[in-house]
T-cell receptor, first 118, second 111 residues
Framework: DSGVTQTPKHLITATGQRVTLRCSPRSGDLSVYWYQQSLDQGLQFLIQ???????AKGNILERFSAQQFPDLHSELNLSSLELGDSALYFC?????????????????FGQGTRLTVV | QKEVEQDPGPLSVPEGAIVSLNCTYS??????FMWYRQYSRKGPELLMYTYSSGNKEDGRFTAQVDKSSKYISLFIRDSQPSDSATYLCAMSAKRNTPLVFGKGTRLSVIA
């Protein structure tokens, strides 16, 4: 168990709809990352939050948004869903208590949310 | 050219074999290198982490990084059927920055 919790595990929704995926990072981790995994593209970075602030953006569509709350959990909002958005969405966390002196930068992943758009 | 290239396999080996998995990369700024194992329908699980060049060993697993060739490897000794999974290499230039992943190599270890 990585300590990163994602809900829901599975989500089936129709095109045009909006969904929210939730992530609770490992206790004490300040940084949360969202990744999308599809068969043809592999794991693609979407967005990173650090202690409530957006830190880095990757290949995230404008229809997608995220936020990190004061308790450090994060939500990824996907709207106007298309068939091509069907994928596994993973959350990962790092940076236990912001210990910048640590060499380690391991990212621990949750079990993912499988999104199916029909 | 993709930043990280990884042969997708699939790779099938008999139990007890030595497995070699590799990735090449193009960004010379990468200095943090990781190998993740992902079982079907599960999240990636960190196996090995290496900073800069060199070797690191952990049980049956050895990770090697050759920054001059921009090439990293993961060796699995005495492979077991439980090692059957997809192996992903990942790397980043700085601490706590997004990882760039290879597409993963699917490994099957046959009993």
């Amino acid at each position: 168990d990585s300590g990163v919790t994602q809900t829901p595990k599975h989500l089936i929704t129709a095109t045009g709809q909006r969904v929210t995926l939730r992530c609770s990072p490992r206790s004490g981790d300040l940084s949360v990352y969202w990744y999308q995994q599809s068969l043809d593209q592999g794991l693609q970075f979407l967005i990173q939050y650090y202690n409530g602030e957006e830190r880095a953006k990757g290949n995230i569509l404008e229809r997608f948004s995220a936020q990190q709350f004061p308790d450090l959990h994060s939500e990824l909002n996907l709207s106007s869903l298309e068939l091509g958005d069907s994928a596994l969405y993973f959350c990962a966390s790092t940076d236990y208590r912001g210990q910048e002196s640590r060499m380690n930068t391991e990212a621990f992943f949750g079990q993912g949310t499988r999104l199916t758009v029909v | 050219q993709k930043e990280v290239e990884q042969d997708p396999g699939p790779l099938s080996v008999p139990e007890g074999a030595i497995v070699s998995l590799n990735c090449t990369y193009s960004n010379s700024a990468f200095q943090y290198f990781m190998w993740y194992r992902q079982y079907s329908r599960k999240g990636p699980e960190l196996l090995m982490y290496t900073y800069s060049s060199g070797n690191k060993e952990d049980g049956r697993f050895t990770a090697q990084v050759d920054k001059s060739s921009k090439y990293i490897s993961l060796f699995i000794r005495d492979s077991q059927p439980s090692d059957s999974a997809t192996y992903l290499c990942a790397m980043s230039a700085k601490r706590n920055t997004p990882l760039v992943f290879g597409k993963g190599t699917r490994l099957s270890v046959i009993a």
